[in-house]
């Protein structure tokens, strides 16, 4: 497929090309004449570029990733103490879908591009200077695989065949030589900390906290639920916990339309949604005039919203609809949280809407995700 990359953020050589890649160029927008002046192959081509935008036309700026984005600032910025003090962590706690694994790499990614300009790319000793190393858990993630991931965001050459011990090791000297300040783990929540293996790591997470000059920015879905704050203690033993005292949580609440400013913010995201689309018949409120409908339909998660507007565009290109209408979208499915919410939520917001009763006056049914969780 053209623009496809093919690239891992784990490793440093992805993260590198992520962070320096240039804006992607909006292809023009063509009217229905122009588009049919175009000969098959061209067609083919633009519509391909089409869809290759509609995928990644670029991170909007919600009013919840200006704020964290705010919070991990203040974080990272007064994070300045000597070796011998152990730095704060945050950790972006957050239901499925929201943007936690963006929030904290776009953030980083700003990061990373500052600290190269200001510093170059080599460091004092001639080693590369990579400000940001990124690493995912996965289940029944180990000590040893923690240090190996670590090591192999680096390409340092002795991964495979070194044990746990070494390849801490060798972590933190990765960490030293190249001046990396920040060190973003994702998937936190594939630790248990009522299993052995899930002890181990959260207490090698504190380790690296304590030996290297780092800022950890860690993202999991319901950690405090998990009592990963906690580290699997309970009762009075739950006092001892360490990571309760040293992380700083950062909640990311879904969109809400129970009050004014929650619709307006909802309504803010449709409007920037709407201009990136590169659809011949798009205009002005085709998806603002759908505001509780595309609501109903993500429940508020800004990922459940993404998805079904990159797949109806898909689908406008691919029928020559070029619109998106609530009839064309009803036919595009989801993913399975959303699509068991919206019926229920949809009616709930047209009875808000009803004469004699103020726009959206009540909040959502329980069970749904369109209130501040926690």
Avoid at 241 to 253: G, K, M, N, V, Y
Avoid at 254 to 277: I, M, N, Y
Avoid at 336 to 355: D, I
Wanted: hydrophobic fraction near 40%; charged fraction near 25%; proline fraction near 5%.
């Amino acid at each position: 497929m053209a623009g496809t990359a093919l690239y891992t953020l784990s490793r440093k050589e992805g993260w590198r090309r992520w962070t320096d890649a240039a804006s992607r160029v909006r292809p023009e927008l063509l009217t229905r004449r122009q588009l049919g002046r175009l000969g098959a192959d061209a067609r083919a081509d633009f519509d391909d570029a089409r869809h290759d935008w509609h995928a990644n036309f670029g991170t909007i700026k919600t009013p919840q990733l200006a704020a964290i984005h705010d919070e991990l600032d203040q974080i990272v910025a007064t994070n300045r103490q000597d070796p011998d003090r152990v730095r704060g962590a945050a950790v972006i706690d957050a239901l499925p879908g929201l943007g936690k694994t963006t929030i904290a790499n776009t953030f980083a990614r700003d990061f990373d591009r500052a600290q190269r300009r200001r510093h170059g790319e080599r460091t004092g000793d001639g080693h590369e200077h990579l400000p940001v190393f990124r690493v995912g858990l996965t289940s029944r993630t180990t000590l040893r695989t923690l240090n190996r991931m670590i090591c192999e965001f680096y390409g340092h050459p002795g991964t495979d065949r070194a044990n746990a011990a070494q390849l801490a090791s060798f972590a933190v000297d990765c960490v030293l030589s190249c001046h990396t300040r920040i060190g973003i783990i994702d998937d936190l929540h594939f630790i248990d900390p009522n299993r052995r293996d899930g002890v181990d790591v959260s207490n090698h997470l504190k380790w690296l906290a304590n030996e290297l000059p780092v800022t950890f920015i860690y993202a999991g879905v319901g950690l405090a639920e998990r009592r990963l704050f906690a580290e699997g203690l309970t009762g009075d033993s739950a006092v001892m916990a360490q990571i309760a005292r040293r992380w700083t949580r950062l909640e990311l609440p879904p969109f809400h339309v129970a009050d004014p400013a929650g619709r307006r913010h909802w309504r803010s995201l449709l409007k920037a949604t709407e201009w990136q689309l590169v659809l011949a018949d798009a205009h002005p409120g085709m998806l603002t005039d759908l505001d509780d409908y595309l609501f109903a339909r993500a429940t508020g998660h800004i990922g459940s919203f993404i998805t079904l507007i990159t797949r109806g565009c898909y689908k406008a290109i691919r029928t020559g609809a070029e619109s998106l209408t609530q009839d064309l979208l009803d036919t595009i499915r989801i993913d399975e949280a959303s699509e068991a919410a919206r019926h229920q939520l949809q009616a709930t917001l047209t009875g808000a809407r009803r004469p004699g009763r103020p726009p959206a006056s009540r909040p959502a049914p329980a069970g749904t995700s369109t209130v501040v969780p926690r």
